[in-house]
């Protein structure tokens, strides 16, 4: 039975790209990798000290979490997202958002003949979680093209990565209503809901779009992106009480937990406003030049108007290059992005370009393009 769970699995996508890694840091001023959205600032003080102060943690934590963290988060989506009617049953941190999509289908008993919809354009890692079910999967963004299907699983992103698209609040209600109307659980992935810049991102647990219900709905929220704490691997689910119950229940026996230290940083960083406008600051100005050098180079930038990533394209007189040329044509000037085929076929002329790299990356690489 060896290698049977890899065999369904999908191709890992970043080994395609070791070749132009390799020419990009050949060039005379270094590497500049904005093909991952890995952070680079320093993770704030505040959850430091909070990780410090916690660091004596000799017992077992619980799965479902300490009150404060959990209190933490219930009041984080009221205060900053509007989300009312949250309590501490609709709350549960996990290690990381990665770990919880890629086993959700299977944690909530999605299995064979059922199916999973994610986007069009979308994370690798929903293909990932419906074949480890073993689930049929169809990346859609028409939910009209389902027929008659009703998925067990339906996957929303926004703000999207790679595309960096909003979905307005109307467009999110009919997505519910839809849902609903079909016994389908919606799970919208959330993690770069404050990194916005041309457009306010709206949860899918706000009573705009619930009606004031979180029956049938979870979304998934990350700190990793809004406060540096990728290493920390602090994250939570949040909405409907019984379908977090239904997650509790099979993370208990499966061990999953967050460590404690981790809880009471992400408690401290759920409640320090502050570093997130700090930070949102940084972005904005790498984001900017960024964006400016890319369209002085002859690039489009569709969608961006939120996330962590600008989607670009090529142009050229005979259309949009293909992903990959761009890829080497950027690789020559050692600069390293992802391609958009990664995230689906329709990604096949554009580039995701990551600003999370340092100050001076960003500026080696503007002058690069200029």
């Known amino acids: 039975m060896t290698g049977t769970v890899s065999a369904r699995l999908p191709d890992f996508p970043w080994d395609r790209l070791v070749e132009h890694r390799e020419r990009a840091a050949g060039h005379p001023d270094g590497l500049v990798d904005l093909s991952i959205g890995t952070p680079v600032d320093p993770t704030p003080a505040v959850v430091q000290d909070a990780l410090r102060a916690a660091a004596d943690s000799p017992g077992y934590p619980l799965t479902i979490g300490i009150p404060a963290v959990r209190q933490a988060a219930a009041d984080w989506l009221a205060r900053r997202h509007g989300v009312t009617g949250l309590g501490l049953d609709g709350v549960l941190p996990t290690i990381g958002s990665k770990e919880l999509v890629a086993t959700l289908p299977s944690q909530l008993g999605v299995g064979s003949g059922d199916l999973v919809v994610w986007p069009e354009l979308a994370y690798p890692t929903y293909e990932v979680g419906a074949a480890l079910a073993g689930a049929r999967g169809v990346a859609t963004d028409s939910l009209v093209s389902l027929g008659p299907q009703a998925p067990a699983l339906l996957w929303l992103n926004s703000p999207s990565n790679p595309t960096g698209r909003v979905l307005p609040p109307e467009h999110l209600r009919k997505v519910v209503d839809w849902c609903r109307e079909r016994g389908t659980i919606l799970v919208s992935d959330e993690c770069y809901i404050e990194c916005a810049w041309e457009a306010t991102p709206t ?168």
Not at 230 to 239: D, E, K, P, S
Not at 307 to 322: F, I, M, Q, T, V
Not at 329 to 354: M, N, Q
């Open 203 to 370: 949860s899918v647990l706000h009573p705009d779009v619930c009606g004031g219900s979180h029956d049938g709905i979870l979304a998934v929220h990350s700190l990793s992106k809004r406060s540096n704490l990728a290493g920390y691997r602090c994250a939570f689910v949040a909405g409907d009480p019984a379908l977090v119950a239904e997650l509790l229940e099979v993370r208990r026996n499966l061990g999953l937990i967050l460590p404690g230290p981790q809880q009471a940083a992400m408690a401290a960083a759920l409640d320090d406003d502050a570093h997130v406008v700090e930070q949102h600051a940084r972005y904005a100005a790498r984001r900017a030049k960024l964006r400016e050098a890319l369209e002085s180079a002859g690039f489009r930038i569709d969608h961006s108007e939120a996330s962590l990533y600008l989607w670009a394209s090529r142009a050229l007189d005979g259309g949009d290059e293909d992903c990959w040329s761009t890829v080497s044509w950027l690789a020559e000037r050692g600069i390293l992005v992802a391609p958009g085929d990664f995230y689906g076929r329709a990604g096949g002329r554009h580039v995701r370009v990551a600003f999370t790299a340092t100050d001076e990356r960003v500026d080696a690489a503007v002058a690069r393009l200029t």
